[in-house]
């Protein structure tokens, strides 16, 4: 059982270029969520799914895409990588809505944009 | 919306007792109250979580007054390993998907 898989690990990206960041669980969690952490600070949510299809903002989404075609899969797409989104992306998942069932959340994906 | 407040930083020493509080003066009735723990370059781990009173499992302890516009994480007899970013957090409200993380306490345990 693998949990939560975030790849790539590690990834420097030059301005204006793309990438997606995949994420995938196999515990057949029904939400899952993008955060994004900067140095020495908490997580902010980016984007949350609620199940397959389903997709919805969080508190910082501008810059971002989501997809959820699969329950397992919820992919972040960054079209046009600015340097203001270096950052460590999490990806989590939980059961149910995460106000009372734990998220568990990979191990994270930093992104360096140049 | 419900947001934490908590200290930034808090020193102890190996075998004390340490204890966290959060504050969350805008809590909902339908929020529970849920603790992360997070090492460098790792994603968060869930510690334990409550709705009022007491719960306690094998690593920590939660303390939930009546009002539930405070909480207080207890670790007994912490360890050099403890030390890391301890995250309150309560949810949105909003079906719960919201969550708001904050700073969270940077937790230093020295020899």
């Known amino acids: 059982n693998a949990g939560v898989t975030q790849t790539p690990k590690f990834r420097i990206l030059k301005i204006g270029q793309s990438m997606t960041l995949q994420c995938t669980q196999d515990?057949?969690?029904?939400?899952m969520y993008w955060y994004r952490q900067d140095p020495g600070m908490g997580l902010k949510l980016i984007y949350y799914?609620?199940?397959?299809?389903?997709?919805d903002k969080g508190e910082v989404p501008n810059g971002y895409n989501v997809s959820r075609s699969t329950t397992e899969d919820f992919p972040l797409r960054l079209e046009l990588a600015a340097p203001s989104q270096t950052s460590v992306y999490f990806c989590?998942?939980?059961?149910?809505?995460?106000?009372?069932?734990?998220?568990?959340f990979g191990d994270g994906t930093r992104l360096s944009i140049l | 919306l419900a947001k934490t407040t908590q200290p930034i930083s808090m020193d102890s020493y190996e075998g004390q007792e340490v204890n966290i509080t959060c504050s969350h003066n805008?809590?909902?009735?339908?929020?529970?109250i849920t603790w992360y723990q997070q090492f460098p370059s790792q994603g968060p781990r869930f510690i334990i979580q409550?709705?009022?009173t007491k719960v306690t499992n094998e690593v920590a302890s939660l303390f939930i007054p009546a009002d539930r516009k405070s909480s207080t994480l207890s670790l007994p007899r912490v360890s050099l390993s403890d030390t890391a970013v301890y995250y309150c957090?309560?949810?949105?409200?909003?079906?719960?998907?919201?969550?708001?993380f904050g700073g969270g306490t940077r937790l230093m345990v020295k020899p």
């Open positions: 515990m057949n969690h029904n939400y």
């Open positions: 409550g709705y009022k």
């Open positions: 989590a998942s939980s059961f149910e809505g995460a106000n009372n069932q734990p998220q568990h």
């Open positions: 805008n809590i909902a009735t339908n929020d529970y």
């Open positions: 799914s609620v199940g397959a299809g389903i997709t």
């Open positions: 957090l309560v949810g949105e409200g909003r079906a719960g998907n919201m969550l708001t």
